[in-house]
């Protein structure tokens, strides 16, 4: 399956993505404000094995965001926590190569996956969580349609110090698409 948006189109996720994933896993400034999968270094090896079985999680939905300019992954985004019985999910995103940061493509693919889990899944609410540090994922967040639900104090943990997450969602029913 292959969903695309201006300049930009996503992909299943392969074991030929590893060497992007290593690559952006060894830079503090893209992992800075991620608040799960590099948390701890990751081995090419880890990074591969994790890629082998990504696709196969049927409560997860992964996507290589990659440019149509060259084909080159840039990043990736998706659901996890898929709850057919409550309709729900959350929704994560990484933009691993900087030169595409800033440039609104967080909130571009923010929207067709939301659009994919509302439309095509039949999710009713789609949420997710932020570093409060990061002002320009919330922004991008909140110019896709998401609404801001609450804080959760000291939840995150990063460089000796607790941060605060921003708690964002989008329901079915105020969902206008893309």
Known sequence: MQLEIDGYYLRSLDVGDSEAFYKWSRDREVTLYILS??????????????????????KNVSFGICSKDDDRIIGYAGLSSISA???????????GEKDYWCKGVGTSITKVVTDYA??????HRVQLTASSLNQAAIRAYANAGY??????RQSGFRNGNFVDKVLMSVLSTEWEGI
């Not at 019985?85 to 933009?95: A, G, K, M, Q, T």
């Open 147 to 152: 609404q801001h639900e609450g804080v959760m």
């Open 85 to 95: 019985l409550n309709r729900s999910c959350e929704y994560f995103i990484l933009i």
């Open 118 to 123: 509302i439309r095509t899944l039949g999710l």
């Open 37 to 58: 999968l590099y948390a701890y270094p990751q081995s090419r090896s880890d990074i591969e094995k994790w890629l082998l079985v990504i696709n196969s999680n049927a």
